[in-house]
């Protein structure tokens, strides 16, 4: 399977990131999937063979929480996995994803919007390789690749009845993020 990078040039040129992050060849699997009896089990039982991601991020819930939770990701779906109790939290098809949400600046944050429910709100290291995965991923179900949206502020639907903003801006050291309820 050829693997495509994130396009990080033309409408996309002022995005600052890690070198790094766009030439390595990703090994995608940090978890050992097929070694993890509990994550193993869950895409038996949903009947997926094929991982092109895993890896532990930390979600944001409505209320602003942050959660461990395990991010796998199949040739058909996204899995949520509660790392602590070994529960699937959440299966989003590969097809119902709309757009990925990403700031311009070198943060963590990434938001996977899904217009049939709500989005999710996630913080990873590897967010860069997350969207090539997905991107590669979503060719072999869909006609149609979800939009990679690069802004420093984006809006998201924290639950069905609550939209989120988050401001990325240029601090002393980093980044400052603000999550704010519209």
Do not use: H, W
Not at 86 to 114: Q, T
């Amino acid at each position: 399977m050829s693997r495509r990078r994130l396009q990080i040039d033309g409408e996309n040129e002022d995005k600052r990131t890690r070198a790094a992050s766009v030439v390595i060849d990703y090994r995608s699997d940090y978890l050992s999937v097929p070694s993890t009896p509990y994550l193993f089990n869950i895409l038996q039982k949903q009947g997926d063979k094929k991982v092109f991601f895993a890896d532990r991020v930390l979600k944001f819930t409505s209320s602003g929480k942050m959660k461990r939770r395990i991010l796998l990701m199949t040739d058909f779906a996204i899995y949520i996995v509660d790392p602590e109790t070994g529960a699937l939290k959440r299966r989003i098809s590969l097809a119902a994803v709309e757009k990925i949400c990403l700031s311009k600046l070198n943060d963590n944050f990434f938001a996977i919007v899904i217009p049939t429910e709500y989005d999710i709100l996630l913080a990873s290291t590897r967010k860069t390789e997350f969207v090539n995965m997905l991107l590669e991923g979503t060719k072999s179900t869909s006609d149609d690749e979800p939009e990679v949206f690069f802004s420093n502020s984006f809006e998201y639907n924290a639950a069905a009845d609550l939209v989120k903003e988050i401001i990325f801006e240029e601090a002393e050291g980093g980044v400052r993020t603000r999550i704010l309820r519209k």
